[in-house]
C-alpha cells in the first residue's frame, strides 16, 4: 500500500475528537458540485448547530468578485471518503443579506414542500438517475473503442460480461458509499446504451429525496475522480439510434396510496399533461435531442401516457392498476434535471394548482 493511500485512510478519531465536515453545493452551472472543507472542534449531530460559512461566488459564477455567498447547512451524512465521525453536509447558497441568490433552486423548493396542502399529501419520490461514464481524455464512452462503436443496443442493459458490463466496480463503489452515507439508494442496473448506468435514489418523502439524489451525484462524482473518469449527465452524449439518459421521476401522495388512489393518478396525469410546455421547459437543458419518441420516449411536443408503456411521457405500473393504487412514472426528466426543480414542480401541479 502506497503512503499516499495510507495517510488517506488515516483514521483521525483514534487520536483527537475533531471532525471534518465537506459542505457541499451546487455551482453557477445549475449541474456543477462545488465542496470546500472545514474543522470542527467536535462531533455534530444536529446540521442546525453546523456554522455558517461563506465562499467567493465569483469563482462558481454565483456573484460579482466584491461579493460572497453564504452557505447554510440543511442535511448531513457520513462521508464514505474520510470516514470515522466526519461528515458530508448539503448546503444551499444566499447573499449576505439573506437573500438565496438566483442558482439557489432549494429555497423556491421547499417553499412548495412547506405548504400545508402539500405536507398533507407526504409526497413520496424514487429518483432514477441515469448518468454516462465517459474515458477522460477523449470524451468517449467507457468500454468504446476510441472514435468507434459498439454493436447495436440489445445486450447491454443490466448486462453481465466483459463485452456489455463497462464500469461495474466504478457502480458498485458508488451504491455502497451512498449505503454508507446514510440515504436510501434503493438499487443500480446497467442501462440501455453500453458505458451507461442508472441508479434508484428513494422513496423518500418531499425535499428529501432532492438533497439525497445531490449528494448521491457528489458521491459518484468524487469517485469518478478517484478513477480517472468523467461523469456525464448529458441527456444524448452519444447521436444516433442510442437511448439517451434520463432521470425518471416516480411519484405518489398519500391519497394515490389510499384505495380509490387509481382516479386521483388520472387526475394528476391530466394536469400534468395541461401544463406540459411548462415541465418540459423546466426538465433539463438538451432534452429535445433525447426526446425523439423512438429511443424510449414520446416525442417531446407530445404528451401521452399509459399502462406499462415505456414508450409514454408519463407510465403508470401495471400492479397499480391491479391494485387500484399506487405511484406513477414521470418519464419526460432529463439527466441533468434539477431534482429540487422537477418534485417541487410536480407537488405544485398536481396538488396545489387548481386549472
Not at 446504451?193 to 435514489?201: A, D, K, S, T
Not at 391530466?270 to 415541465?279: D, M, P, S
Request: proline share 6%; charged share 25%; net charge negative.
Amino acid at each position: 500500500m502506497s503512503l499516499l493511500s495510507d495517510l488517506i485512510n488515516l483514521n483521525l478519531s483514534d487520536i483527537t475528537d475533531k471532525v471534518i465536515a465537506e459542505y457541499i453545493w451546487v455551482g453557477g452551472s445549475g449541474m456543477d458540485m462545488r465542496s470546500k472543507a472545514r474543522t470542527l472542534s467536535g462531533l455534530v449531530n444536529d446540521p442546525s448547530a453546523l456554522p455558517k460559512w461563506n465562499y467567493d461566488g465569483s469563482s462558481t459564477g454565483q456573484a460579482p468578485g466584491e461579493d460572497s455567498e453564504v452557505i447554510y447547512i440543511h442535511k448531513q451524512f457520513r462521508d464514505p471518503f474520510r470516514r470515522g465521525n466526519n461528515i458530508l453536509v448539503m448546503c444551499d447558497a444566499y447573499t449576505p443579506a439573506g437573500e438565496p441568490i438566483p442558482t439557489n433552486k432549494r429555497n423556491k423548493a421547499a417553499k412548495i414542500f412547506i405548504h400545508p396542502d402539500v405536507a398533507a399529501e407526504e409526497p413520496w419520490y424514487g429518483l432514477e438517475q441515469e448518468y454516462t461514464l465517459l474515458q477522460k481524455d477523449v470524451q468517449w464512452p467507457l468500454g468504446w473503442p476510441l472514435g468507434g462503436f459498439l454493436g447495436p443496443q440489445g445486450p447491454y442493459y443490466c448486462g453481465t460480461g466483459a463485452n456489455k458490463a463497462f464500469g461495474r466496480d466504478i457502480v458498485d463503489s458508488h451504491y455502497k458509499a451512498c449505503i454508507y452515507a446514510g440515504f436510501n439508494i434503493s438499487g443500480i442496473n446497467g442501462e440501455v446504451m453500453p458505458g451507461q448506468w442508472g441508479f434508484q435514489v428513494g422513496p423518500s418523502v418531499g425535499i428529501s429525496a432532492a438533497d439525497e439524489l445531490w449528494v448521491a451525484r457528489y458521491i459518484l462524482e468524487r469517485i469518478t475522480e478517484i478513477a480517472g473518469l468523467v461523469l456525464s449527465f448529458d441527456p444524448k452524449p452519444i447521436q444516433g439510434d442510442w437511448n439517451g439518459p434520463g432521470a425518471h421521476t416516480n411519484y405518489s401522495t398519500k391519497l394515490m396510496r389510499d384505495d380509490g388512489g387509481y382516479e386521483i393518478i388520472k387526475k394528476a396525469i391530466a394536469k400534468l399533461e395541461k401544463r406540459h410546455k411548462e415541465h418540459i421547459a423546466a426538465y433539463g437543458e438538451g432534452n429535445e435531442r433525447r426526446l425523439t419518441g423512438p429511443d424510449e420516449t414520446a416525442d417531446m411536443n407530445t404528451f401521452l401516457w399509459g399502462v406499462a408503456n415505456r414508450g409514454a411521457s408519463v407510465r403508470v405500473g401495471r400492479q397499480t392498476l391491479k391494485a387500484g393504487k399506487g405511484y406513477f412514472e414521470e418519464r419526460r426528466p432529463a439527466s441533468n434535471m434539477d431534482p429540487y426543480v422537477v418534485t417541487s414542480m410536480i407537488a405544485d401541479t398536481t396538488i396545489l394548482w387548481k386549472p
